[in-house]
């Protein structure tokens, strides 16, 4: 969209994690729902400072064990020429301790990095909007950055960690409800199985 490749994006996050838990294990099955949502994105006329300010992503395998979906495959011989597997997975393990440490420490930095790609500041953030995993992560991030938490958007406590669809829902109510209006800044931040961690910097046209 940056080169004029492409005008309009639809971004999609879509997660069924009903499916994926434990329905026995009381420390992950009560955090997890089921949601969607979608963001469009156009290419800013030229001098209009909106959409995609600044973003940083990062990635670190050797966390994978504190947040996975295992893969669970039965393996099948087709004569002597090939395997298959059928693509099951066990439920979703989570070290929620661990979790809760690497996204306290992890997302308030890489927000930082995407405001500095934004040449933005924290005093320039109108909304901060996390991915809706915990509310003590959120309120934990906000206190780091000084952000107070009358600025932080969160859904949590009416839809659970919906995980791919968090942001675009708690968004979208936003917009609905009057509180992000045109011009604002919002600095989103997601976080997730991987281990992996990333930020934006949105100003809403």
């Not at 320039?124 to 952000?147: G, P, S």
């Not at 509180?179 to 961690?197: E, H, N, P, Q, R």
Request: contains cysteine.
């Amino acid at each position: 969209m940056h080169n004029g490749a492409y005008e309009t994006a639809v971004v999609i996050g879509a997660d069924a994690l009903s499916r994926w838990v434990d329905w026995s294990d009381r420390n992950t099955c009560v955090l997890f729902g089921d949601g969607a949502g979608a963001v469009v994105l156009q290419r800013a006329a030229e001098g209009e400072a909106a959409g995609v300010l600044g973003f940083e992503m990062h990635s670190n395998g050797a966390g994978r064990e504190d947040l996975n979906l295992p893969y669970d495959g039965d393996t099948r011989e087709l004569a002597s020429i090939a395997t298959v597997t059928t693509g099951k997975y066990t439920p979703i393990a989570m070290n929620g301790k661990e979790v809760y440490k690497f996204a306290t420490t992890c997302v308030p930095k890489v927000l930082n990095e995407a405001l500095e790609n934004a040449e933005l500041t924290v005093d320039d953030v109108d909304w901060l909007l996390m991915h809706q995993a915990n509310i003590r992560i959120m309120e934990t991030v906000a206190k780091k950055l000084k952000i107070p938490m009358d600025k932080v958007l969160t859904n949590l406590a009416e839809y659970g960690n919906t995980s791919a669809g968090s942001i675009p829902l708690a968004l979208n109510e936003a917009v609905r409800e009057g509180k992000v209006k045109k011009g604002d800044v919002i600095a989103c931040a997601g976080f997730g199985a991987g281990l992996s961690w990333g930020s934006a910097i949105l100003r809403w046209g």
